[in-house]
């Protein structure tokens, strides 16, 4: 009668090689699982396999996550999405299918401040990342403008628009928020060049068009930038009052009810 082997420690070994921590963690129990309720063969493989998966998934969200940026608390489950303009709404529900990164295109949200375009934006970038896994990278303007002088000073501009390219969307935050030197803005113009037809640009701003030549300082510089932005473009206007004020005179209100 032969002697039985024990083949754990070779088995725990070759998957140690191949990578694959969940199904080292998970297969002896699924193992005796799959005894009990007389799975397959086909079906034991399939659990620890589907169980590696699962876990593969997690892990690989939570590192688009942190490359992203992204501020976490800016949630779709944090938006009250009933503020929304009824065309707003519709275009957002379209948008979360994440079919316009492939195409390139951008996401231009304009409005007051206080009405929700940067939450607004935010809520759908992480929606991309943790629901089609898409590689997304959210920045303050003013920051990416920092950085991007730094990289220019340090002659590795082209490196740093080169890293920024690995994003599907990059989500630049408050253009135009605070006012910049022409030269200042001459970086950022390279990137939205760089990035035509090549990477969606994900932006909020609170100027419109029209007043854009006060963001860049000179006219033609200002036409090439929306002509680049809005040749394949998603336009959202958030023509609504500020969420800030309203919650801050509910809370007046409700104050003055309780005194």
């Not at 940026?69 to 379209?94: H, I, M, V, W, Y």
């Not at 030269?183 to 090549?198: G, N």
Request: one cysteine or more; glycine letters at 4%; a positive charge.
């Amino acid at each position: 009668m032969s002697a039985v082997v024990d083949v754990r420690p070779a088995l725990l070994e070759q998957l140690k090689d191949l990578r694959l921590p969940t199904v080292r963690e998970c297969y002896e129990d699924t193992a005796r699982r799959a005894e009990r309720e007389t799975l397959s063969y086909e079906q034991y493989l399939l659990e620890v396999i589907t169980r590696e998966c699962e876990q593969r998934r997690k892990s690989k969200v939570q590192r688009l996550l942190k490359d992203s940026a992204l501020p976490l608390e800016k949630s779709l489950q944090n938006f009250d999405l009933k503020r929304l303009p009824a065309k707003a709404a519709r275009q957002l529900r379209t948008l979360l299918d994440g079919s316009f990164l492939d195409r390139k295109e951008n996401v231009l949200v304009f409005g007051n401040p206080g009405s929700g375009k940067s939450h607004l934006l935010t809520a759908l970038a992480q929606e991309l990342v943790v629901v089609k896994e898409r590689k997304m990278h959210f920045t303050k303007c003013a920051l990416l403008m920092q950085d991007l002088l730094a990289a220019k000073r340090d002659l590795r501009l082209s490196r740093e628009i080169k890293r920024l390219s690995r994003f599907d969307g990059l989500l630049i935050d408050d253009l135009g928020y605070l006012q910049q030197s022409r030269d200042d803005m001459e970086v950022v113009f390279t990137l939205l060049a760089e990035r035509y037809e090549r990477g969606s640009v994900l932006m909020t701003s609170n100027l419109p068009f029209s007043k854009w030549e006060a963001i860049f300082k000179d006219a033609m510089m200002t036409a090439a930038a929306i002509d680049r932005l809005v040749h394949h473009s998603v336009i959202i206007e958030l023509n609504i009052p500020s969420y800030r004020v309203e919650q801050a005179k509910k809370n007046q209100q409700a104050e003055s009810e309780n005194g």
